[in-house]
């Protein structure tokens, strides 16, 4: 063996030493894609829908990456489980780096959605199997510590990300924001492929396609609902009723077929883990809390307020900073008090931070917004260390892949729709107002989309303005008050359900990989 070499452990986890250091610094750079486009893009895209003259497809940016990553997530974690973690890997960040590139290269809102589904794509193999190889590698009592560099980390894309996305967007071209990521998912490629090395006996397996297939197309259905109701699918129609029943069908078979599967790609098996069970519906409310403040907010802050990208990095960047700066002790404060202690504080700070930002009115000032925010943020910090920590505990290498791939799955698939359906609230009641001012259904959307844009917002007739802008408003807000509901309903859960559940690591019993 070389000096770079991974040696792992008698109980599998690699040994301390340079090796388990280089492999973590690559597998950081991995991670970091990611954080940079989540940090970085947030602050722009109300302006590039601005520019792009297309409000109407604005959740669509959010949704349809959120979708492709939440399907494609569980299919990466199942075969990493089986060929091992580094091919899966390269897939993703080769899929993720083209998505990127053709992101800037955008001419038009359509053109950036298929962007984003394709960066989706990518991004499904990223976060799940970084956090996979860090399970791997450690014990969950050095994870804690490993936790404090990853955190920090994220701290600092946090800080900076929104400000560089804003600055980019109104100095050099919002184009930037995503072509400045390609360097580093370059990078990360390139760290990979020297540092992730490993061995996996073949076995012969069956990729679970009938689940991958029935799963996307529901969620296509359910999300098309969402998005384009009482707009290309009016209320009641026949057209809305067919994509409902095509989509709970579709899920209905996709549960099915998983039960059924050889190889499924989400463990329902492991769900019967309380552990699993619990931690998972922790996760729907991490992620619906995250993708919705960080796809309304910047509504709010830039089409209500009119503060603009500066504005939108006041407010995201308390959430993100706060989350990752809390994330560094919450892995000694999950091991201190427990799962359910630690789920409680977690989610009872989201819920508090929700509360608050629901209880602000448009013309508050940002810094109550923005404190809103970072509360927000703590509880989001608190809650997805717990949550990421005990469903990793309680399974085995073979299983740990397709289990932290759910955690994932199950923060994107909530956010995914949580977005869909405020984007969908949001879109019908604009282009009432919007019509109901005079304009035509093809004049509706690019009407609306001229809020977004400071230099286009003057054009727009001032009685008109202010009447779309104080339905904007009023939507927003309502979508942040039922989110405050929800984070609330969340954390009466984790009390009922959560019971002190402290998860040890769980030795590795089949299916090591074998690192030279």
Not at 467 to 495: D, H
Request: glycine share 12%; net charge positive.
């Amino acid at each position: 063996m070389g000096a770079t070499d991974p040696v792992l452990a008698s109980d599998g986890i690699m040994e301390a030493g340079r090796a388990r250091q280089l492999l973590t610094g690559a597998l950081l750079i991995a991670m970091s894609t990611v954080a940079f486009e989540t940090t970085v893009v947030g602050a722009a895209l109300p302006s590039i829908a601005g520019e792009l003259q297309g409000i109407a497809l604005y959740p669509w940016v959010f949704s349809g990456y959120l979708l492709t990553t939440t399907t494609t997530a569980p299919l990466y974690g199942k075969m990493s489980d089986v060929f091992g973690r580094r091919p899966l890997f390269f897939l993703g960040l080769t899929i993720f780096t083209l998505g990127t590139f053709l992101c800037g290269l955008s001419w038009n809102m359509p053109m950036l959605v298929i962007a984003r589904l394709i960066q989706g794509v990518g991004a499904g193999a990223v976060m799940p199997l970084t956090l996979t190889v860090m399970g791997d590698i450690y014990s969950i009592q050095d994870r804690v510590r490993v936790q404090a560099v990853t955190s920090s980390m994220w701290g600092f894309f946090s800080l900076i990300g929104p400000s560089v996305g804003a600055l980019m967007t109104h100095y050099v071209s919002w184009r930037w924001v995503f072509w400045s990521n390609l360097p580093l998912c370059l990078l990360s490629i390139m760290f990979l492929g020297i540092y992730l090395k490993e061995k996996i006996s073949r076995r012969i397996v069956t990729i679970d396609y009938a689940g991958a297939v029935t799963l996307t197309a529901g969620l296509v259905c359910l999300l098309l609902v969402a998005l384009e109701g009482g707009r290309s699918l009016p209320w009641g129609s026949l057209e809305m009723y067919a994509c409902v029943t095509a989509g709970v069908a579709l899920l209905v078979v996709f549960g099915f077929v998983e039960r059924r599967a050889p190889e499924p790609i989400l463990p329902f098996a492991a769900f019967r883990l309380r552990p699993v069970a619990v931690g998972n519906a922790g996760n729907v409310l991490v992620g619906l809390t995250n993708f919705v403040l960080a796809s309304f907010v910047p509504l709010l802050v830039q089409g209500v307020r009119g503060d603009g990208a500066t504005g939108t990095s006041a407010v995201l960047t308390p959430l993100a900073s706060a989350w990752s700066i809390t994330a560094i002790v919450s892995g000694r404060i999950y091991l201190a008090l427990g799962f359910r202690m630690s789920a409680f504080l977690g989610t009872g700070t989201i819920a508090l931070g929700c509360i608050g930002l629901a209880m602000t009115g448009t013309n508050s000032p940002l810094w109550v917004i923005s404190l809103a925010m970072g509360v927000t943020g703590i509880g989001l910090g608190l809650s997805s260390t717990a949550f990421l920590y005990a469903p990793q505990g309680a399974v085995p290498w073979n299983q740990r892949g397709a289990v932290t791939s759910s955690t994932q799955f199950a923060r994107n698939i909530a956010g995914a729709i949580g977005v869909a359906i405020g984007g969908g609230f949001l879109n019908s009641r604009l282009l009432e107002a919007a019509e109901a001012s005079g304009a035509t259904r093809s004049e509706a959307g690019p009407l609306v989309s001229q809020l977004l844009s400071a230099s286009n917002r003057a054009q727009i007739d001032p009685v008109t303005a202010a009447k779309l802008t104080e339905i904007l408003g009023s939507g927003l807000m309502t979508v942040i008050t039922v989110l405050a509901a929800v984070s609330v309903a969340g954390t009466v859960l984790m009390i009922a359900m959560a019971r002190d559940l402290h998860p040890a690591h769980v030795k590795t019993v089949d299916a090591i990989p074998v690192h030279d």
